[in-house]
């Protein structure tokens, strides 16, 4: 159950049995076999037991419970139907999952994947290499999801099967960060998404069964008996619901919630002491609040306004009243667990209005009226930031006037420039744990093609690209600095905080994993006290 | 001979003329406001409104602190000597938001009241005095309109012209003018076959003459009680929306908004929620009031029963 | 009678018409849509553009409304454009909690406004009357959402006699199915009691300032008679069409309660939509609550009119 050696570049540790230890929040936790891909924060001695049905609520609703399908929403709910090929550890090590075992070539360009074999879905069919073709060139859709695992897709561009359960991937390009794309690839089955069913019942791999789902109230699932990893899951059920931050806080406080996602940032100071509930942050969300310019427009063209504006963001003062500390500042979107991590470099940007206004001086910038564009409702935190800037920015003659819009309409305007905004936008991101290159591609705000800031540049294209395809890890540590250090000259997109995924959960909830994509949960391992 | 008017009682010979000594009766408008204030009610009413109006038209005279401002290091405060009502979760002063959310609030009122109202009245007119297609069209555009659920068709409304204190007024009116609009058309009904407007199309008055000098003062008493109903309507309709998210946006106070965001802090500082509560209960109960000290003041039976 | 029923019924078709337009048309002409919420913000202009061509959101809107007129012709009410599920099991789902929750208000407030309207009316100018009638206008005048936040505080919160929200609707556990139901339907109901014990009071008054009233009393009828016998049934008549029209507008408008207490009914899965752009659940909503409001009116109305004969004439 091994990865082979034959890869240059990665390495691997050998597997430690047994669950992690206590882990104070923040850190990451062991690696190991299956049974621990987790940071577990329970102490180690008890013995799980199997049944009972858990309670799991959040305030995001899922819009669709296609597997395939990258919209908000989904981790602790669909993605719990389905498997992946392998799965990040909490030291960004891929572990075995539909895959047993595989062999990377070490010009990054040919993946040959050994699949496990007597895997069935939920319809009792097996799955084989066909099933996962049929996923990735699926992803390639852009109706599916929504273009960005297509990208991750479009790498791939011949795959062959040898044989039912062998899968071999060919790429034009060297693809060092390999593991970062499928470990977004739900395999699907054909069956189900082709069929008549397909929007009302999914059908995965996965620990659980899909039984119910009531969009905007709950999704249930069920205990899938003959999951592959025996003695796994050990809950009968999961029934996630979706409720506001108040309601939901007050049911886990009357015991009618076993687990709260992102519960109001009162509530889980307030209960951290509580012996009777546990309150952790997914130590490895990759999440983080961020501004973005309008690059395309004056002032915002000029790299030293981007920059006073870096310097009057009062970071620390949002962390501290907004976020009650549970969030940390950052000048890099980086994780701990990303190889780009800096800690020194998190702290350039201090809060320092004097060298704010020397830059806008300098700039020849003047008295500056702009707006900024938040989506309330998806990111109430960052259209709380924006009222702290825009306190800060007045005392260096900048009115920053806030446009707070609804999501739709967010979105539309940063993607299709419709209609056109020409000041700063606020939002939250993702996936700043995993390799640079996959926030470099997949986000929003930093991707090469149409980011939300509209930056183009040439510099920054040759660092992204190398980045992509680097895989001598002395190269890619210099590789790193060097990109680290043009987005703190460039602040084109300029992070804030992290965006702490919380989590309260009462104190009889063991085994909870932290994984490594979206800042989800998984049930696999969790059993009742 | 039938005695058809007075001036045949007045031009017969067989009866004494005299000229009765007739004091000048007051305008029905002022003589109705009087019964109001003179009600405990009305008066107190009166009194509320006239206090929220002063505070919103001098906010920026008596507010200790300019609402916007951030006083850092002094978050979620309790009720203190330096802020009365304490602070919110970025350090604003509670006491001078609610004072400056009567701008919106009643602003709102206003716009809703002078839009709506005037559309629905005139809708209304022209149904009830036109008839025919006009009415029949007018109606059955309100009826698809009141059968709409108000709050979905404001958030429909503002979802299309965007947040904001003026786009939150224009959607309620909408929402109005159906009702609005069927009661001025029942009232413009009573009165089109009243013998005056009869008498005045005799004498051959045009149909507009007719209904802007004759019916609508006619039919606009009985429509003031509505009017002032609905401005608390319209308050409370504000400050729904403003707790759903819409209407006037941050960082601008606004009663209904500072509730809102008053949800995520209950526990920590409750004052959030207990200041533009109270004001805002105020303004509805003062609102209330008026219009009840108003009907009974319209009401022409209680007038001539003399209660 | 039957030209009545006639003549109602065909006024009601150009409303309904007049209605899909309506709700077509509002939906439609908001900015920022279904496939901008379904891409999320990581997709990239192509995937928008293919997923927005694949909802059929590209095509000139007279052909969408076209489109969606003759599957509803067809009774048809299309799919949620965000999921896919079909509109008509999505508004099954959450209808039972509207219902549920209008119609326990509504007979809580009943019970609550009857007799307090009738005590206001018969103790006009009293201190009875003047206290009820300070609590209702207090009542009318704080803010359901308000009052709902402060309920779950006190009873949720302090008490922990009732749960703070989300609905129970177990056929087999009705003692926590009830619970989850107390708080928001008393929090509507109190409301509503207090604007219906209102135009109780106000109608009774006028009654029994009638003529026909006042020769009862001439005749010596005694008091409570007068009351019971006489004076209420003629004042509750329009009391039924306030209740006809409370129930129907209150189907799509217990929205701020719903919120409050995350109770799964219409009203949140219309505002979800329109958050959501989601065209056709909200179309199909809409209509659907706007339908049912002028059936219910036509209801109320015949009703009316079978019992007084001078409103068929009259029309």
Same mark, same amino acid.
Request: charged letters at 15%.
């Given at each position: 159950m091994r990865a082979n050696r034959a890869v240059r570049g990665t390495q691997q540790r050998p597997g430690r049995p047994g669950n992690g230890r206590r882990q104070p929040s923040g850190t990451s936790g062991a690696s190991g076999t299956l049974a621990s891909t987790s940071a577990t924060?329970? !102490? $180690? $001695?008890a013995q799980p037991k199997t049944g009972g049905s858990l309670r799991f609520a959040q305030t995001a609703n899922p819009v669709s419970i296609d597997g395939n399908s990258i919209a908000g929403g989904g981790n602790e709910t669909a993605w719990l139907v389905f498997d992946r090929l392998t799965q990040y550890d909490q030291n960004r090590q891929p572990q075995p999952m539909l895959a047993e075992s595989w062999d990377i070539a070490s010009d990054f360009k040919q993946f040959k994947l050994n699949l496990r074999k007597g895997v069935q879905f939920h319809s009792g069919r097996e799955l084989t290499s066909d099933d996962v073709k049929y996923t990735v060139l699926r992803l390639r859709e852009s109706t599916v999801g929504s273009g960005i695992l297509a990208g991750f897709s479009n790498w791939f561009t011949a795959i062959d099967l040898p044989d039912k359960s062998t899968v071999v991937l060919r790429t034009d390009s060297p693809r060092p960060t390999f593991f970062d794309a499928i470990e977004l690839f739900n395999i699907v089955d054909k069956d189900n998404v082709e069929g008549p069913e397909a929007k009302s019942k999914i059908i995965g791999t996965g620990p659980f069964t899909f039984v119910e789902w009531q969009n905007g109230d709950h999704f249930t699932i069920a205990k899938n008996k003959n999951y592959w990893q025996s003695g796994r899951p050990y809950l009968d059920e999961i029934v996630s619901y979706v409720r506001n931050q108040q309601t939901m806080d007050l049911q886990l406080e009357s015991n009618g919630m076993d687990v709260v996602k992102i519960p109001g940032v009162d509530d889980f100071v307030r209960l951290k002491s509580d012996p009777d509930y546990q309150a952790t942050i997914h !130590? $490895?969300?990759g999440t983080f609040f961020e501004i973005g310019f309008n690059t395309a427009r004056p002032p915002f063209d000029d790299p030293r306004v981007r920059q006073a504006f870096n310097y009057a963001m009062d970071r620390k003062r949002f962390c501290d009243t907004i976020m009650r500390n549970t969030a940390v500042p950052l000048n890099l979107p980086w994780s701990a667990t990303s190889p780009a991590y800096d800690a020194a470099k998190n702290s350039v940007y201090t809060y320092d209005l004097d060298r704010a206004r020397a830059l806008l001086k300098e700039a020849g910038a003047g008295t500056i009226e702009t707006g900024i564009l938040v989506n309330g409702i998806g990111a109430p935190q960052v259209l709380q930031f924006a009222q702290i800037f825009q306190d800060s920015l007045a005392q260096i003659g900048v009115k920053l006037n806030l446009q707070n819009v609804e999501p739709a309409i967010w979105v539309d305007t940063l993607i299709n420039k419709k209609p056109d905004y020409t000041g700063l936008w606020g939002g939250s991101d993702q996936i700043a744990q995993l390799a640079p290159s996959t926030l470099f591609q997949l986000s929003p705000g930093w991707r090469l093609d149409n980011n939300h800031s509209a930056y183009k540049n040439e510099m920054w294209t040759t660092l992204v690209n190398s980045a992509l395809s680097e895989s001598d890890p002395t190269k890619q540590k210099d590789l790193y600095t060097r990109l680290n250090d043009f987005i703190l000259d460039q602040s084109f997109t300029v992070p804030i905080a992290t965006y702490p995924y919380t989590f309260l959960m009462r104190a009889n909830v063991m085994g909870v994993q932290y994984q490594l994509h979206n800042g989800g949960v998984s049930f696999t391992d969790t059993w009742l006290a | 001979m039938a005695v058809r008017s007075a001036t045949d009682v007045v031009a017969s010979p067989a009866l004494p003329v005299t000229t009765p000594q007739v004091r000048?009766?007051?305008h029905p408008f002022a003589a109705a406001f009087r019964r109001t204030w003179r009600n405990p009610l009305g008066l107190f009413g009166m009194i509320i409104l006239s206090l929220l109006v002063f505070a919103a038209l001098f906010a920026p005279f008596i507010s200790p602190y300019d609402p916007i401002v951030q006083h850092q =290091?002094?978050?979620?405060? =309790?009720?203190?000597?330096?802020?009365w009502f304490g602070t919110d979760e970025l350090g604003r002063d509670l006491l001078s938001r609610v004072i400056w959310g009567t701008r919106p609030s009643l602003s709102v009122a206003l716009m809703v009241v002078g839009i709506g109202g005037v559309l629905g009245i005139l809708a209304g007119l022209a149904a009830g005095y036109l008839g025919g297609w006009a009415d029949a069209l007018l109606m059955r555009i309100f009826d698809a309109l009141f059968a709409f659920p108000a709050i979905l068709l404001g958030f429909v409304v503002i979802a299309a012209l965007g947040p904001g204190t003026s786009q939150v007024a224009i959607a309620i009116a909408i929402a109005v003018v159906p009702s609005l609009g069927r009661v001025a058309r029942s009232l413009v009904l009573k009165e089109r076959y009243r013998d005056y407007v009869l008498a005045a199309r005799c004498v051959g008055a045009g149909s507009v003459r007719v209904m802007l000098k004759h019916v609508l003062p006619n039919a606009v008493s009985p429509m003031i009680v509505n009017l002032a109903l609905l401005m608390g309507f319209a308050v409370l309709a504000e400050a729904g929306l403003a707790f759903l998210g819409l209407g006037t946006q941050p960082p601008q106070p606004s009663w209904g908004a500072m509730l809102n965001s008053s949800r995520a802090y209950l526990r920590v500082d409750p004052w959030m929620a207990i200041g533009p509560g109270i004001v805002l209960a105020m303004l509805l109960l003062g609102l209330n009031y008026l219009a009840d000290a108003l009907r009974e003041a319209f009401d022409p039976r209680r007038v001539n029963a003399g209660l | 009678m039957g030209r009545f029923i006639i003549r109602r019924f065909l006024q009601a078709i150009p409303v309904l018409f007049f209605s899909t337009f309506l709700v077509f048309m509002v939906i439609h002409l908001i900015p920022g849509d279904a496939a901008a919420v379904l891409a999320g913000p990581n997709a990239t202009p192509e995937a928008l553009a293919a997923i927005r061509k694949d909802m059929g959101l590209d095509q000139p809107l007279l052909v969408q409304y076209v489109v969606w007129v003759t599957h509803l012709l067809q009774g048809d009410l299309g799919k949620s454009t965000l999921s896919g599920q079909p509109i008509v099991k999505l508004l099954q789902a959450r209808a039972p909690a509207t219902i549920e929750l209008t119609l326990a208000a509504m007979s809580i407030s009943m019970i609550i406004a009857l007799p307090l309207g009738i005590l206001s009316a018969t103790h006009v100018r009293g201190r009875l009357e003047w206290f009820i009638s300070t609590i209702q206008s207090l009542w009318l005048a704080i803010p359901n959402f308000w009052a709902g936040i402060l309920a779950i505080i006190l009873f949720s919160l302090i008490l922990r006699w009732l749960p703070p929200g989300g609905r129970v609707a177990d056929a087999n556990n009705m003692g926590d199915s009830i619970k989850s139901l107390i708080l928001p339907a008393t929090t509507l109901a109190l409301y509503l009691a207090a604007a219906l014990s209102r135009f109780i009071k106000f109608n009774l008054l006028e009654v029994l300032f009638d003529d026909y009233v006042r020769t009862a009393r001439a005749k010596g009828v005694n008091d409570t008679t007068v009351v019971y016998r006489h004076a209420l049934r003629n004042a509750l008549l329009p009391v039924i069409t306030i209740l006809g029209v409370q129930f129907a507008s209150l189907l799509g408008g217990t929205v701020i309660i719903e919120s409050v207490f995350s109770w799964p009914g219409v009203g949140g899965l219309m505002i979800d939509g329109i958050s959501n752009r989601d065209y056709a659940v909200v179309q199909g909503g809409l209509l659907l609550l706007v339908m049912l409001f002028i059936v219910i009116n036509l209801l109320v109305d015949l009703t009316y009119a079978v019992i007084d004969p001078r409103i068929r004439l009259s029309d």
């Open positions: 924060v329970q !102490p $180690a $001695a !130590p $490895a969300s | 000048k009766s007051p =290091g002094k978050e979620l405060q =309790g009720p203190n000597a330096q802020f | -």
